[in-house]
């Protein structure tokens, strides 16, 4: 897989910046749309942990995370995971930017890019998964912060 391919998805909240950074960058944030039991330090150096029991129509139970390379609130938040294999890490790269959307409502453009997959087919496997992953975890965190809907 070359270095073109990556992980990139974008969603308007209808939130200020600071609410949308919040509900990615906090353990009760996080827990309330995603995860059970996450862990975040958001500042370079510190760490991440994302864990989830019995997590959505499969129940899937497990952890990943690691270190968070950069954090600028509430604009910025880079970390690094291993979502395909415990000897390498992707990056994940999620800005939140001010904005309006058409019919002038004030909001939040999260746009999350992810990159470092390895060329192998377990690398391809888990890049794929990680797209429909991140493209559903961005609609939940859409309706926890807009709706207040909790996971």
């Not at 059970?36 to 958001?42: E, F, I, K, L, R």
């Not at 429909?132 to 207040?148: I, Q």
Request: glycine share 10%; hydrophobic share 35%; charged share 20%.
């Amino acid at each position: 897989m070359s270095n073109l391919i990556e992980i990139n998805h974008a969603v308007f909240v209808r939130a200020a910046p600071e609410v949308v950074y919040d509900a990615f960058t906090t353990s009760d944030g996080l827990d309330g749309w995603f995860t059970s039991g996450a862990q975040v330090d958001p500042r370079p150096g510190g760490e991440i942990c994302f864990r989830w029991v019995d997590w959505g129509p499969d129940r899937v139970t497990g952890e990943d995370g690691g270190p968070v390379l950069e954090a600028q609130a509430p604009s910025c938040l880079i970390f690094q995971w291993y979502p395909d294999n415990p000897t390498y890490p992707t990056t994940v790269e999620i800005k939140f930017q001010s904005a309006v959307d058409k019919d002038g409502t004030p909001g939040t453009i999260v746009r999350l890019r992810e990159y470092g997959y390895q060329d192998t087919p377990a690398g391809l496997k888990a890049c794929i998964d990680c797209a429909a992953g991140w493209g559903e975890a961005l609609t939940l965190l859409k309706f926890y912060v807009e709706h207040n809907i909790q996971y």
